[in-house]
């Protein structure tokens, strides 16, 4: 058996346990952590706190990052459409012990969009805000995001691992590009030296932590209640 075999059974192996432990109450709560559109108030109030520090350098800042997901977006679909990786949960060989929650997504899954979009994400504002307290928050937040392809049967672990890998470079060349572009229009002072105070990170902290228990006491009680599907 050649090493790529070996990885694959390995990636195989390793996505059917992490994908084996599932109940009812997460099945709702990771397709609810899955969705882009529920971590909008999170970069709202995030894109608001920038603009406030920042000022008119925020343009090239916002201008940066919404260039970076679009880019780390499009690559992993291009790369998706170049491997043809069948996903899990179109796998007809893991199909049988994939376990999967209201759809299945698209036939490909190599790598992770998700991955990558979330990493990209989190590395940028990581490297723009240079606060510790942050990075131990949007951390768990990215890794939250992705084990979620795992448990709802879109991706192996190695698809996550290399959608991650990919959003990082992204973010590390884009933020150097920007500083660059900064620096020819005399932003760059600022953009380099100014970080977030305790205040405005905390203010990040809490609406993305109150986002995920106010989500989780929610379908909590709908479940109790028996409004959802079981």
């Known amino acids: 058996m050649g090493l790529l075999q070996q990885l694959n059974q390995l990636d195989h192996q390793l996505f059917l346990f992490l994908n084996g432990f599932h109940n009812t109450f997460f099945d709702y709560l990771m397709t609810v952590f899955t969705a882009e559109i529920f971590w909008v108030p999170l970069y709202f109030i995030t894109a608001f706190i920038i603009g406030k520090k920042y000022g008119k350098d925020s343009i090239i800042i916002l201008i940066s990052l919404g260039i970076l997901i679009l880019c780390a977006d499009q690559f992993a679909g291009i790369v998706k459409h170049s491997v043809l990786r069948l996903r899990p949960s179109h796998d007809p060989m893991l199909m049988p012990f994939t376990h999967t929650f209201f759809y299945r997504g698209g036939l ?104 995920i228990i106010i989500s989780m006491m929610i379908i909590y009680l709908l479940i109790k209640r028996g409004l959802v599907i079981l």
């Open 108 to 211: 490909y899954s190599f790598f992770s969009a998700h991955a990558a979009n979330a990493f990209a994400y989190a590395t940028f504002t990581i490297l723009l805000f240079k606060n510790k307290n942050y990075t131990l928050f949007i951390i768990p937040w990215a890794l939250l995001v992705v084990y979620t392809r795992i448990y709802l049967g879109l991706h192996y672990p190695g698809d996550i691992i290399c959608g991650a890998i990919s959003g990082m470079l992204f973010a590390i060349g884009i933020f150097r590009l920007m500083k660059f572009v900064g620096g020819k229009i005399n932003s760059i002072n600022k953009i380099s030296s100014v970080s977030l105070d305790k205040k405005d990170i905390n203010v990040i902290i809490v609406s993305g932590i109150s986002l």
